[in-house]
Nanobody
Framework: QEQLVEAGGGLVQPGGALRLSCAAS????????MSWYRQAPGKQRQLVASVPSGGSTNSADSMKGRCTISSQRNTVYLQMNSLNPKDTAFYYC???????????????WGQGSPVTVSS
């Protein structure tokens, strides 16, 4: 059973930094893309940043210059700097995974990690 396990969320003061991690495990042949989304209370889930296998990273306009997404093996990291209260949300990791050669790609999601930016 493939799963994504997130870590690193918590409370941070405005202007602070936080690093989230997400480790994928299970029957994984290849990971096509790993991404971070976030969902604030009462709002839709939105993309924060993504890193495709062998491709260039991209990030939401609201996070450009303030976040760095990177991956190593089956783990994706999200470094966020200069955080402000508007960044408060649940942060979800997701990955497009192929479980064997030639198999379809499936999307898997982590359980969500809360990030609260408050003084």
């Amino acid at each position: 059973q493939e799963q994504l396990v997130e870590a690193g969320g918590g409370l941070v003061q405005p202007g602070g930094a936080l690093r989230l991690s997400c480790a994928a495990s299970g029957s994984i042949f290849s990971i096509k893309v790993m991404s971070w989304y976030r969902q604030a209370p009462g709002k839709q889930r939105q993309l924060v940043a993504s890193v495709p296998s062998g491709g260039s990273t991209n990030s939401a306009d609201s996070m450009k210059g303030r976040c760095t997404i990177s991956s190593q093996r089956n783990t994706v990291y999200l470094q966020m700097n200069s955080l402000n209260p508007k960044d408060t949300a649940f942060y979800y990791c997701t990955a497009l995974i192929s479980t064997s050669p030639g198999s379809p790609v499936f999307s898997f999601w982590g359980q969500g990690s809360p990030v609260t930016v408050s003084s």
